[in-house]
């Protein structure tokens, strides 16, 4: 078959990052090295997180204001679970398993300001994921291909539910392949097969260790005085 040139999301499209999502999520929390190296990557990328340092000119008030984010950092996200450092990790880890991760600017009721961590599988649009209103994977692009709108899902099963949410009040985090990119694909694309399947064949081959372990073969035969193995007579020669 010969090779298309299209743009990306022509290329690989919403069904098939979904797949290659879940995929991806199952050997992070199952394989030790995969574990392993994406905590690597989130240890050298941002440590144990990134704080705001103010470098206002004011020295006066330069504690105070890392005072108030050193705060916000704590309460800032909307189920308030995790502060702002660990959120940096998880955010870090997300790019490189999930493809991407979304974050709403939102604020309470006092209009203080908040955010709300969006996973990569609630970034999308109902109709499996087609492209009416113009919405392209969750993503709503103008003429020139810019990102105006998301559509985020917020409640999931029998009855899913979508909200639209402006570009203005969205962060979209993903490491883009190329210029025409829409949505991240996992880093483990290119290895996720031989992952799965260097896994598979480490069990079977632990199981027949453990098999052939545990089982034991006993000859038992008719007459005890005659050799297991072997011939059961002698041969007779013409030798005196």
């Known amino acids: 078959m010969r090779a298309v040139a299209r743009d990306a999301k022509d290329t690989f499209g919403p069904i098939d990052r979904l797949q290659l999502l879940a995929a991806a999520r199952r050997p992070k929390e199952n394989v030790g090295f995969v574990k392993g190296a994406v905590r690597d990557i989130r240890k050298f990328s941002i440590g144990e997180g990134i704080r705001s340092i103010s470098f206002c000119e004011d020295l006066s008030v330069r504690d105070a204001y890392d005072e108030y984010f050193d ?47 969006i996973e990569g599988h609630c970034i999308g649009d109902g109709g499996m994921f087609g492209v009416e209103e113009g919405y ?55 290895g996720i097969h031989h992952i799965i399947d260097k896994r598979d064949t480490l069990a079977l081959l632990k199981l027949g260790i453990k098999v052939d372990s545990a089982m034991g073969v006993a000859i038992i035969g008719s007459n005890s005085a005659q050799p297991t193995f072997g011939r059961q007579t002698q041969v007779k020669t013409g030798a005196a």
């Open 71 to 117: 705060t916000w950092s704590e309460i800032g996200e909307v189920t308030q679970k995790y502060d702002g450092r660990m959120i940096d990790c998880m955010l870090s880890e997300a790019i490189d398993i999930d493809g991407d991760i979304g974050i709403v600017l939102t604020e309470t009721s006092g209009k203080y300001p908040q955010i709300q961590v």
């Open 136 to 190: 392209w994977d969750g993503v709503k692009l103008n003429s020139l291909g810019r990102p105006v709108a998301y559509r985020i899902k917020t409640k999931i099963g029998s009855d899913d539910k979508w909200e639209t949410v402006l570009a203005r009040d969205f962060i979209h985090l993903f490491d883009p392949s190329r210029m025409s990119s829409v949505r991240g694909i996992s880093g483990l694309a290119h």
